[in-house]
C-alpha cells in the first residue's frame, strides 16, 4: 500500500468517525443530526440487505439501465458531434435544433417519456440516453474542430480517402476530447437514472431509496445513498481506466503513483573549439 492510498483511507475513515460522533452525541447546533442514523445503524441495515434478494435486483435493474443509455448516448454522440465538426450542411441542419435541447434538463424529459415509451423502463433507458448524449455530443463536436488540418492534408496526400482521415486522424486525435465527455456523462447519467427511477420507477437503487424515505426508513434511505455513490464511483472509474488504456500512445505528465515524471537533465558538453582556431597552449607560446 502506497502513502497516498493510505492518505485516502484515513480520510474515508475520518468522514465515517465524524458522522459517528455528530450522529452519536445528537448534536443539534445549526445543524440538527439527532434524527440521522448512525454509522453503525446504516452498517447494521446494509448488511442486512445484501442478505436479501431486493437489494441485489434493484443493483441489477439500475445497472442496466446506465450501461444500456449509456453505450447508445456514447455511440450516437460520438457519431453525431464528429458529423457536425466535420459538415457544414450537418452543423446547419442539426445544430439548431441541438442547441434549443441541450438547456432542456433530462429529468425534465419524464413526461415525455411516460406519453412516448410504452413501459417505465423504456423511459427510463431514454432519460439516461438523453442525459449522457449532450456531453459527449458537445465535447466530440469540440474536439473534432479543434484538430490541425495538416494532419489530414498529409493523409490526404498519400492517397488515403474520407474513411482512411476519419479513421487515421480524426478518432485519435479527438479521442483525450472524447473520453473528457464520457467521464462527465456517466456522473450526469446515474443522477437522471436515479431521480427518473424515484419518480415513475418500478424497481432500482432509486426506487428503493425513495420507498424508505416515504416510511421513514432512514437507515435505509443511507443504505441507498451509499449503494448510489459507490456505483457511481465504480462506473467512473471503469471509464477513466479504459480511457488511459486506449491512449497509452499519448504523452503524459504524471506516473501511474501521481507521482510528476522526473524530466531528463540535458548534458551540457564542451564546446568543440573550430579547426582553424590554434590551441589555447600554441597561442600562449605564441605570446
Known amino acids: 500500500m502506497t502513502f497516498r492510498h493510505l492518505v485516502r483511507l484515513l480520510s474515508l475513515a475520518g468522514a465515517l468517525g465524524l458522522w459517528q460522533l455528530l450522529t452519536a452525541l445528537d448534536v443539534d447546533l445549526w445543524l ?70 441541450r438547456p432542456i434538463p433530462a429529468i425534465a424529459l419524464v413526461p415525455v417519456a411516460i406519453l412516448l415509451f410504452p413501459s417505465n423502463e423504456q423511459g427510463i433507458v431514454f432519460i439516461t440516453f438523453t442525459a449522457a448524449f449532450f456531453p459527449v455530443m458537445v465535447s466530440t463536436r469540440h474536439a473534432v474542430g479543434a484538430l490541425t488540418p495538416v494532419w489530414e492534408e498529409a493523409v490526404l496526400t498519400m492517397g488515403g480517402g474520407r474513411w482512411r482521415v476519419l ?36 424497481y432500482g437503487v432509486g426506487y428503493r431509496t425513495w420507498q424508505d424515505y416515504t416510511v421513514l426508513d432512514y437507515p435505509g434511505v443511507f443504505v441507498g445513498m451509499v449503494t448510489i455513490g459507490a456505483l457511481g464511483w465504480m462506473t467512473s472509474t471503469a471509464v477513466e481506466v479504459l480511457g488511459r488504456r486506449v491512449t497509452r500512445w499519448l504523452p503524459r505528465t504524471e506516473s501511474r503513483t501521481g507521482a510528476p515524471v522526473p524530466r531528463r537533465r540535458s548534458v551540457r558538453r564542451a564546446p568543440v573549439p573550430h579547426p582553424a582556431a590554434p590551441a589555447t597552449s600554441e597561442v600562449a607560446k605564441e605570446a
Request: proline share 4%; net charge negative.
Open 167 to 202: 479513421g487515421s486522424v480524426v478518432l485519435p486525435g479527438a479521442l483525450p476530447g472524447i473520453l473528457g465527455g464520457l467521464s462527465v456523462g456517466i456522473g450526469v447519467s446515474w443522477i437522471c437514472v436515479i431521480s427518473a427511477e424515484m419518480i415513475s420507477g418500478e
Open 32 to 101: 440538527r443530526f439527532e434524527q440521522f442514523p448512525t454509522v453503525v445503524d446504516v452498517t447494521r441495515e446494509f448488511g442486512r440487505r445484501v442478505g436479501g434478494e431486493a437489494y441485489w435486483q434493484d443493483l441489477t435493474d439500475s445497472l442496466s439501465r446506465i450501461v444500456t443509455g449509456f453505450a447508445l448516448a456514447a455511440v450516437a454522440g460520438v457519431a453525431v458531434g464528429t458529423t457536425i465538426a466535420r459538415s457544414r450542411l450537418a452543423a446547419d441542419l442539426l445544430g439548431p435544433v441541438l442547441e434549443v435541447l
